[in-house]
Nanobody, 117 residues
Framework: QVQLVESGGGLVQPGGSLRLSCAAS????????MSWYRQAPGNQRELVAT???????NYADSVRGRFTISRDSAKNTIYLQMASLKLEDTGVYYC???????????WGQGTQVTVSS
């Protein structure tokens, strides 16, 4: 089992910045990728960014150039630095972990990000 704890959400004005954190604990061996997803009210959960165990990153087109995913392997933590936030970035942000030998991923409880003036 892998436990995930997200933090760093909050209320920010358009154009502002936030940094989210996701700390993994428990059976953290075999992790192949860690990702951030988000879900706005009435919408499906969507991929925001992914970082693999080799450091390869991938971003949704809607956030590329504004968001940066990074990791601290020593702390088993990933981060999502969000800049130039827009109203449409509002939603609950979830951390996801994939392990190479399992079909089902692990999800965090989510952290709310609200972009509003």
């Amino acid at each position: 089992q892998v436990q995930l704890v997200e933090s760093g959400g909050g209320l920010v004005q358009p154009g502002g910045s936030l940094r989210l954190s996701c700390a993994a604990s428990g059976s953290i061996f075999g992790i192949s990728a860690m990702s951030w997803y988000r879900q706005a009210p009435g919408n499906q959960r969507e991929l925001v960014a992914t970082i693999t165990n080799t450091g390869t990153t991938n971003y949704a087109d809607s956030v590329r150039g504004r968001f940066t995913i990074s990791r601290d392997s020593a702390k088993n933590t990933i981060y999502l630095q969000m800049a130039s936030l827009k109203l449409e970035d509002t939603g609950v942000y979830y951390c996801k972990v994939d392990r190479s030998f399992e079909l089902s991923p692990y999800w965090g409880q989510g952290t709310q990000v609200t972009v509003s003036s």
